[in-house]
């Protein structure tokens, strides 16, 4: 993304080749996630491609594989999946379920250079309705709304209107990446200012922010949203741009109901990713004022 | 010639002089072999910059212990560059290729300029196909022939043309295709390049481009500039330098082709002096000056530079720049009680009528300088602020080491206690302690550090490139090496003495969704000039 900007086509060529696939027109676009890049590229496709946005999506947050979607817990099928660089260079996938669609299509994405459009999950509005996080556009919407009404503390009118959580505020003090198998892993140190003094937060990333940590005992995880914010203008910083030195306040928002439950925790819970303990939700970990954990 | 031996014109001229245009004033200084200086001046920054340069440059000149004929170089930190963006004044009306089709085409050159700026400037824009993979193989075939009819549109309107290509700074291939058709089908028009200009991040690096490009015309101004001056005052026989934002220097040349790269150099040079007049290489800086401070930090002598976009004008942009925290608190500052009162800091200053507006010269502004005088941390002016005014000014001054401390804290890197360096003339409104600085450095020559930093500028070279570190490289430690010889090469071409060339810092980066493992690796080296 950093020098391919993108090709408007896509979003064309994208519902050609689907309507070719299922042999049937398409009514909807709906982004598979709804944080991240995904989100707004997918309204720049639908824009082209002369299709409205349904107002959901797969995630209700971002998530690093193609698996981690609430189609996939509801069981509805991955594939036929299409691809199409920025050449109109075409890929389709089928008969894959979704782990086999992660591994072919991260592999394809990079033999074709770093950046495809992909169209997975072909739902029915049925389908849909049962299957995909709803409300997940126009929720972006009024956190948008909220962050550009806020009159000062935009941070804290965040987490009111999300009910989040502070859990911790400082500065990043250590960052470490790594990329391995087209996926950036590492961690950050928190270290606490102000009231926070004296406390270390880790944060463990891949891609996202997956787990908080504070001397082995967990603050918050997967699925729970863990974001980074710049403590002065409320910004994300996001996994790629942290660095060193950043006044940082770390918070957590809640997942979406999916994933809290046994079928969602398999696909995106802590265990998913390799983790050796089970999800606790942030209301349990983090008492609902965290300025109070300081004092 | 009397000994009719002549003597090396080098032994004889070994006195340099910096110069830097900050906000309120400009700086002048001598160096002499050994670096100490020997003459300095501080003379209000004029409006039109030239004339101000030409007084300070002027009152080194008449101090006894500067003799012109010894003066073998100077060196020039200018706010030209930085002001005519600002004002939208001077620039020159540019067309703008970018070699990016199918693949950049989702987002239009010049999307997001202020409307003002973007009317000053642009002449028109074409998005022609090409560009090159990461790999710096072809993406698509360049397209010559859309170049050629875009000359033909914009002959006689353009005055500059800037282009920019996908993943230029792999391979510049496609814009130096570009560039021989432009000068083809319109003569000599001033062209930019963007690998010549910034690095990976193709609407940022496009965006410094037109920049560089419309800077054109101040280009050829500032270097008139200092020609004229060194010729009204007979230096003829001296080699100017202008410094760029990095802290080191570029031949006037080089500034010709590159003014953007002058934007931010007043940070960097002061940056540079701290270091050298303090002897810290790795420590924080902080430059009071009238209106504001920067603070920033030294790694290895030199500053470190933001890894994020610095706007310019309102414009999005990616070169290099020092990583600056930046207040609106300086020694002018002016101080007042709100309705509500509170006390309020500037961000209005007096500047360079300090010696007139302020309580403690006799004025009626209260300013922090009158602040830091009452509170005894400054000795100046010949006046006591009325009682009346002290609570004003011990509030203010508490606002003021709030803020001041606030700001170094955002700098620092790591933990632990770190030694803060204070330069610039309003460096005494500081406290003597701020929390998390290990002890706080008050050097001589403080108050021109600017141009210190100016005057002992090296020169260096970059390498800024994505590159594979998988087996068939020979791994991360070879491809780090064939970077830091480049790194070298460069710098030497630029005319640092190889025998003394550093590298001075390396910077790695992983990417994703790579073929092969990959990472964006900056390395710069850095020397003084050989000819010194």
Redesign the interface.
Known sequence: M????????QGVWLREMIEREIGRPVTALMPVEIGGSNALLSV?WAVHAGLPVLDADGMGRALPEVQMVSMNVAGTPATPAVAVD???RELVFQDMDAVWLEHAS?AA???L???FALVDYVLTGAQARRAAIKGSVARALRIGQVLADAPRDRIRALLDHLDGRVVITG?V?DIE????G???RGQALI?G?GADRDRLVRVEIQ?ENLVALEEGHVLASVPDIITLLDTQTGDVIFT??V???Q?VTLVALPSPDIWRTPEGLAVAGPRAFGYDFDYEPLEACLPSSASEVAL | MTTGIPQPASARQDLRIGIDVGGTNTDAVALDTSSTPVAKAKVATTIDITSGIRRALGEVLANPRVDATRVGHIMLGTTHATNAVLQRRDLRRVAVIRI????????RPMFGWPEDLHQHVSVGSRIVRG?V??NGSD??PFDADEVTRFCEEIAGKAEAVAISS??APVSPRHELLARDIVRRELGDIPLSLSHEIAS????ERENATIINAALGHVARKIVAAIEDALASFDLDHVVPYFTQNDGTLMSLDFTERTPVLTIGSGPANSLRGAAFLSDLSDALVIDIGGTSTDVGALVQSFPRES??GVEVGGVATNFRMPDLVSIAIGGGTIVRRAEDGTVQLGPQSVGHDLLHCALTFGGDTPTLTDAAAVEGRARIGDRIPPDTSASLLREALSRSDHELAEAV???????GDVPLVAVGGGSVLLPDALPGVSKIVRPDDYDVANAIGAAIGTVSGQVDQIVEIGAGTGGRARVIEVARQAAIDNAVAAGAEPSAVEIVDIDE???????E??IRLRVKAAGPLSNV
């Open positions: 950093m020098e391919k900007l993108g090709n408007p086509e720049i920025e050449h109109g991260r994405v990079v033999a250079g770093g950046f500065k003090s990446r790594q990329t391995t087209g996926l950036v270290d200012v891609n790629d741009t660095r060193y030195g006044r | 990016g089709a199918p693949a950049s085409v989702a987002v560009g993979e990461l993406g698509v996908v993943f990976l991040g193709l609407l890894t994020f804290d955002r700098v620092k890197v790591a933990r980066i992983p990417l994703t969704y790579l073929r493992p990959a």
